[in-house]
C-alpha cells in the first residue's frame, strides 16, 4: 500500500497550515517532527479525511482517498493526542464498541481486544472504568482501539505522551514490528522515540517540509554543525542570545550547553547527535 | 468579579438569549393588548382615549360619567363595552372607607357565625390581622389610575419566563459548560481557584441577575407608560384594579420599588437555585431532572393548590409563588406559620433570605469540596471474577447500549413511565350534570348514522316526552296554591332533566342532519381528546412533557460525542459516519415512539375505556366544535391524524435536537437551546397567549389546531 500526498495545500483564514506538501508514504514508520503549528495536526486531520483541503490530492493506491470513503477509513487506524473518551465505559467495553465502529465481526473482534489489551498491559483492568485512568492509561486504551482491525495506515498523534519509559520502549518496538506490514505516521515531539525505529524523518515547520530524510541522512547532514560548549549560568545567556543552543546539561565539572549552527564559538567540542535536530533555524 | 461580570457578556450566546428574551417580552406584551378583542373589551386606543375623558375628575364624578356613557344607546357597542369596563376598574375609586366598610361586615358575620361553625384558632387570628392591616388605610382616597398599565408591570408573568430562560443561559454558558469542559479541573489547581473563584463568579451571574431584571422590568415600564400612561404616581397602590385589599402602604412610586426589590430577590434565589444544582450534578442531565422537578412541582403546587386547602402554604411558599410577585402585593395575605399568621411578604422576604444565604454557602461549599476525578471504579456488571470471553458485538447494538445503557436513556424512560403511572387517574365522572346522564342513555340506545330506525325511536320519545309536558301542565293547572304548584314542579324533577337531556339530543340531530355522515354519539370523551373548551390546556401539558421528554433523551446522542472529542475519532473509521449516523437516527426514533406512547397510549386509554368507542366512525364534525371542512372524516380519522401530527411534531423535535447539538457541541447548551426553541412556545402558550399555538411546530405538538 502507498499514500501519495502531493501538492497538499490547505488555509485557515490569513494563515497557511499547510503549504504545497508532498510526500510518498510506503510500508515502515514515518516520523512527522515539527514545532507546534508547523502543521503536523491539519496534516493528520487531511489524511484522516476530517478536513476538507484547499487543494492537491491524497491518493491511497493511487486512488483519491475522499473518493474511496468508508472503504479508506477501513484501512486507517487513528490515535489522537486528545483523551477525553466514554468516562463509563471499561477498557474492554471501549473497544468493543470502537471495534463495532470500524465493522469488525464480533468474533474476530474479541480476539482482537484480548490481544491488544495484553499488548498495552491492560488486561488486568480491562474491567474498570476509563474515567479513572491515569494519562498514560488513557494513552494504551487510544493506542490499543488504533490497532484494532489491523489497519494499513495507522496515524499515531503523540502516542507516547505521558507513558513511562519502559511503557514508552514497549510501545515503540510493538510499532516498529508491527510497521513492518502497514504505513505508520509518528507525529511526536520526543525525538528518541523514532530516531531507531523511523525509515525516515519529516520536519516540518511553517506548513512546508523544510527536510526529509533517514535519521542518519539527516544526521550526517549537520554534521560539525553540531557541537557541546561548557559554561555557566552568566555567559549561558548571552550564548543563548547570540546561538541556536539546544539542551543544557549538568555535568559534574559544570554547565555544557548544545550549540547549532554553521558557525559554532571557540572551544565548542563537535558531537553526533539527533536532538539539534529541533533547533535548526 | 468584575472580570468574570465582563467575561459573561462578551459570550455571545449570553447576548443573544439576553436580545432575544428582550424582543419575546416585547412581543409577548404587545400581543397581549393589541389583540384584545373589541367586542369583549376595550382596546388599546379605545382604552386610552376613555382613560383621557375621565382623567382629571373627582371619582364620584367620572363614575356617574362613566355610568351615563356606557348606558347611552347611540354610542358603538365597542365603545360602550370600553365605558363598562373602565366603570368596573374605577368601581372602588373614592374613599377606602366604602371598601372598608364592606370588609369589617364580612368579618362581623363571620364572628357571628363563628359560634355555629368551627373555625379554628388561626382562622380568628388571620381574619383580626388581616382587618388590623386594612384598618391602617382608614380615610384613604383610592384615585383613578390606568390600571392596564399597571397591570402590564406588575402582573405580566411572562416576563419572567422570558427572564428564567435568560438566566438559565447565562449559567450554562458561563459555569456549566466551563464545568463540562473541565476548566475547573485546573483552575481548582490554583491559589484562588476556589473559594475565591467561586464566590467571584456567583456574585457576577447575581450582578448579570439584577442587570436582566432591570432590563426586562424598564422595557415593561416604558411599553406600559407608553401605551397607557402611568397616572398619579403619588396615588396609593389600592387605587390599581384588583390591588383594593392589597396591606402594602405605599404610593405608587413605592410599590413599583418594592415590586422590584422583591422580584429581584425572587430572581436571586432562582440564580443561586440554578447554580447550586449546577455544582452539585455531576451531569448535565441530573441537573436538568433537578430543575424539572423543582419547577414542576412549584408550578404544581402554586396552580393546582386551592387557597383554602390546607396545603395552601405550598401554594404560595415556593419558587413560582414568589415569582408572581404581584399578586403577592395585590391582596394582603397571611401564611401559618406554627399557628401564627404572618404577612405573605415578610414570609417572603425571609424565605429569599433564608434560602438565598443556604444556596450561596451550599454552592461555594460544594464546589471547594468537590473531588472532581474519580476513581477507577470496577463496572457493576463485572464484580465476578470468571474469566468471560470477550466478544464484540455489531454498531447498532453498540450504539443502543451507549444511549440507553450508560447515557441513561432507559432509566430516564422507566422513571417517566413510572411517575405517569403513579399519576394516573381514571375518569371520574362521564357526565357534566345529569341532564347529561339521560342524555347519554338516549344517544347510546342510537349512537351510529342518523338511519329511518333511530328517527322512529326519537319520534316515539318525542311523543312521550310531549305527553309529560301535557301532563304536569295539568296538574299544575289543578294545583290551587302556587305551593302546591312547586310541589308538583318538584315531583317531575328528574323527569325535566330527562327532558333536558332528550332536548340535547334534538339539538345534535338538528346539527347534523346537514352532515354526509353525521352521527349521533355520546361526545363528552372525544371533545376531551379533540381539544374541545378546557381540553386544550391539557393538549398543552402533554405536549411539553413530551417535548422535555424528549429533549432530555436525545440532546446527549450528538453533543457527548462532541463534548468528549469522540466525534473526531469516530468519523475516522469506516462505520462511524453514514451507519452511525443512521443508528444514532433509529434509535432517537424508536426513543421517541416510546415517550410518544406512554404519553398519549396512556390518555387515549383513560379517556377512551372510560367513554367507549361508540360512534367513532361516525363524522367528527358531528361534534359542534369541529369546522366542517372536515366532515369527510370520521371521529378514529380524526384522532389518527392528530396523533400523526404529534409523532410527527415529535420526530421534528428529535431531529432539531440532533441539529442543534451537533453545533452547540454541548449538552448544556443543547438543552437550553432546545428548551427555549420548543418548550417555551408552549410554555407561553399555556399561560395564555394563544397566538404561539401556531409558532414553529406546536400546531403539530398540539393536534388539535382546527
Request: some cysteine; charged content about 20%; hydrophobic content about 45%.
Amino acid at each position: 500500500m502507498e499514500i501519495t500526498i502531493s501538492h497538499l495545500t490547505k488555509r485557515f483564514g490569513d494563515k497557511t497550515a499547510l503549504d504545497d506538501v508532498s510526500l510518498v508514504l510506503d510500508s515502515g514508520v514515518h516520523a512527522l517532527l515539527g514545532p507546534n503549528g508547523a502543521g503536523k495536526s491539519t496534516l493528520i486531520n487531511i489524511l484522516t479525511d476530517s478536513i476538507v483541503r484547499d487543494q492537491g490530492e491524497v491518493l491511497c493506491n493511487d486512488h483519491e482517498i475522499t473518493k474511496l470513503g468508508a472503504k479508506y477509513r477501513e484501512l486507517l487506524g487513528y490515535m489522537p493526542q486528545q483523551q477525553r473518551l466514554y468516562e463509563n465505559y471499561t477498557a474492554e467495553e471501549f473497544l468493543k464498541y470502537m471495534a463495532a465502529v470500524k465493522g469488525i465481526a464480533p468474533a474476530t473482534a474479541g480476539k482482537q481486544i484480548a490481544e491488544l489489551l495484553q499488548v498495552v498491559n491492560l488486561w488486568e483492568v480491562r474491567r474498570k472504568k476509563v474515567g479513572g485512568f491515569s494519562g498514560g492509561m488513557k494513552q494504551r486504551v487510544l493506542l490499543a482501539q488504533a490497532l484494532l482491525g489491523n489497519p494499513r495506515l495507522l496515524i499515531l498523534d503523540e502516542p507516547t505522551a505521558g507513558l513511562d519509559p519502559s511503557e514508552r520502549i514497549n510501545i515503540r518496538n510493538y510499532i516498529a514490528a508491527v510497521a513492518q506490514k502497514m504505513i505508520v505516521l509518528f507525529a511526536t515531539h520526543v525525538v528518541s522515540d523514532i530516531e531507531c525505529i523511523a525509515k525516515d524523518v519529516i520536519l516540518i515547520r511553517d506548513g512546508r517540509i523544510c527536510q526529509k530524510g533517514t535519521p542518519v541522512e539527516l544526521i550526517e547532514s549537520i554534521q560539525g554543525k553540531v557541537g557541546e560548549l561548557p559554561c555557566d549560568l552568566d555567559s549561558l545567556e548571552k550564548l543563548q542570545e547570540r546561538y541556536c543552543t539546544g539542551n543544557v546539561y549538568q555535568r559534574r565539572e559544570g554547565l555544557r550547553v548544545r550549540i547549532v549552527g554553521d558557525e559554532l564559538p571557540e572551544g565548542c567540542l563537535p558531537v553526533r547527535d539527533s536532538s539539534p535536530l529541533y533547533c535548526r533555524r | 468579579m468584575w472580570r468574570e461580570h465582563k467575561k459573561l457578556w462578551k459570550q455571545r450566546a449570553v447576548a443573544v438569549f439576553v436580545v432575544a428574551g428582550l424582543l419575546l417580552n416585547l412581543f409577548l406584551l404587545l400581543r397581549s393588548e393589541y389583540s384584545r378583542q373589541s367586542w369583549m373589551e376595550p382596546t388599546v386606543s379605545c382604552y386610552r382615549s376613555i382613560y383621557h375623558e375621565i382623567k382629571g375628575m373627582e371619582p364620584a364624578k367620572a363614575k356617574s360619567y362613566l355610568k351615563k356613557k356606557s348606558n347611552n344607546q347611540n354610542i358603538a357597542y365597542e365603545r360602550r363595552i370600553g365605558y363598562e369596563t373602565m366603570l368596573d376598574e374605577i368601581s372602588r375609586a373614592g374613599s377606602y372607607d366604602e371598601y372598608l366598610e364592606e370588609r369589617e361586615k364580612d368579618y362581623s358575620k363571620s364572628k357571628v357565625f363563628e359560634g355555629f361553625r368551627k373555625s379554628s384558632k388561626y382562622d380568628r387570628k388571620d381574619a383580626a390581622k388581616v382587618m388590623k392591616m386594612l384598618r391602617q388605610f382608614q380615610g384613604s382616597t383610592v384615585q383613578i389610575v390606568p390600571s392596564r398599565g399597571w397591570a402590564m408591570i406588575l402582573l405580566f408573568f411572562q416576563t419572567d419566563i422570558a427572564g428564567l430562560v435568560i438566566l438559565l443561559a447565562a449559567a450554562a454558558v458561563s459555569f456549566m459548560q466551563e464545568k463540562e469542559r473541565g476548566e475547573y479541573f485546573f483552575i481548582r489547581t490554583m491559589k484562588r481557584g476556589r473559594g475565591s473563584f467561586i464566590i467571584y463568579k456567583v456574585s457576577a451571574l447575581l450582578l448579570f441577575t439584577m442587570e436582566v431584571l432591570l432590563l426586562l422590568y424598564l422595557e415593561n415600564i416604558l411599553v406600559a407608560w407608553k401605551m397607557y400612561g402611568l397616572g398619579d404616581l403619588n396615588a396609593c397602590l389600592q387605587s390599581v384594579d384588583g390591588f383594593i385589599g392589597t396591606g402594602v402602604a405605599a404610593d405608587l412610586k413605592q410599590s413599583i420599588v418594592l415590586f422590584l426589590g422583591l422580584k429581584l430577590l425572587a430572581y436571586f434565589v432562582s440564580m443561586l437555585l440554578i447554580l447550586f444544582l449546577m455544582t452539585v450534578c455531576g451531569t448535565s442531565q441530573k441537573l436538568y431532572i433537578c430543575l424539572a422537578v423543582i419547577l414542576g412541582g412549584s408550578s404544581l403546587a402554586y396552580w393546582g393548590i386551592s387557597a383554602n386547602s390546607w396545603v395552601s402554604v405550598l401554594k404560595y411558599v415556593n419558587l413560582i409563588g414568589f415569582l408572581h410577585t404581584g399578586e403577592m402585593m395585590a391582596v394582603y395575605r397571611n401564611i401559618g406559620l406554627y399557628g401564627f399568621p404572618v404577612s405573605y411578604i415578610t414570609v417572603g422576604i425571609v424565605f429569599f433570605i433564608v434560602v438565598g444565604i443556604l444556596l450561596f454557602s451550599g454552592t461555594v461549599f460544594f464546589f471547594c469540596e468537590q473531588k472532581i476525578v474519580s476513581r477507577a471504579k470496577r463496572h457493576i456488571l463485572s464484580q465476578g471474577k470468571r474469566q468471560r470471553k470477550i466478544r464484540g458485538y455489531r454498531l447498532f447494538y453498540g450504539e443502543t447500549k451507549k444511549i440507553l445503557y450508560y447515557q441513561r436513556v432507559l432509566l430516564m424512560i422507566c422513571i417517566f413511565a413510572g411517575v405517569i403511572w403513579w399519576n394516573y387517574t381514571a375518569v371520574h365522572s362521564l357526565y357534566d350534570d345529569e341532564s347529561d346522564v339521560y342524555y347519554k342513555e338516549y344517544v347510546d340506545q342510537v349512537s351510529g348514522p342518523y338511519t329511518k330506525v333511530s328517527a322512529k325511536k326519537i319520534k316515539q320519545w318525542r311523543e312521550e316526552r310531549l305527553a309529560l309536558e301535557k301532563q304536569i301542565h295539568q296538574e299544575k293547572r289543578k294545583a290551587a296554591t302556587d305551593e302546591l304548584k312547586s310541589i308538583v314542579e318538584s315531583g317531575y324533577a328528574r323527569e325535566r332533566k330527562r327532558t333536558e337531556g332528550f332536548q340535547v339530543l334534538m339539538n345534535h340531530i338538528s346539527y347534523i342532519s346537514g352532515i354526509s355522515n353525521g352521527g349521533l354519539f355520546y361526545e363528552r370523551g372525544y371533545e376531551q381528546l379533540t381539544g374541545y373548551e378546557m381540553a386544550w390546556k391539557r393538549d398543552a401539558v402533554l405536549a411539553l412533557e413530551g417535548v422535555l421528554m424528549v429533549i432530555l433523551t436525545v440532546a446527549g446522542i450528538y453533543s457527548r460525542e462532541y463534548e468528549t472529542g469522540m466525534m473526531r475519532l469516530l468519523r475516522t473509521t469506516s462505520r462511524g459516519r453514514q451507519e452511525l449516523r443512521s443508528a444514532k437516527l433509529w434509535i432517537g426514533v424508536g426513543i421517541v415512539t416510546v415517550i410518544y406512547g406512554i404519553i398519549y397510549g396512556s390518555e387515549f386509554y383513560r379517556i377512551l375505556s372510560a367513554f367507549g368507542t361508540k360512534g367513532w366512525n361516525c363524522s367528527v364534525a358531528s361534534m359542534a366544535h369541529i369546522p366542517m371542512y372536515l366532515s369527510g372524516l370520521a371521529v378514529v380519522d380524526y384522532l389518527a391524524l392528530i396523533s400523526v401530527m404529534r409523532y410527527l411534531g415529535f420526530f421534528l423535535v428529535m431531529a432539531a435536537v440532533y441539529l442543534i447539538s451537533s453545533r452547540a457541541k454541548s449538552f448544556i447548551m443543547t438543552v437550553v437551546y432546545s428548551i427555549s426553541i420548543f418548550a417555551l412556545p408552549l410554555v407561553l402558550y399555556l399561560s395564555g397567549v394563544k397566538v404561539f399555538k401556531y409558532v414553529l411546530l406546536d400546531p403539530l405538538l398540539l393536534g388539535n389546531i382546527f
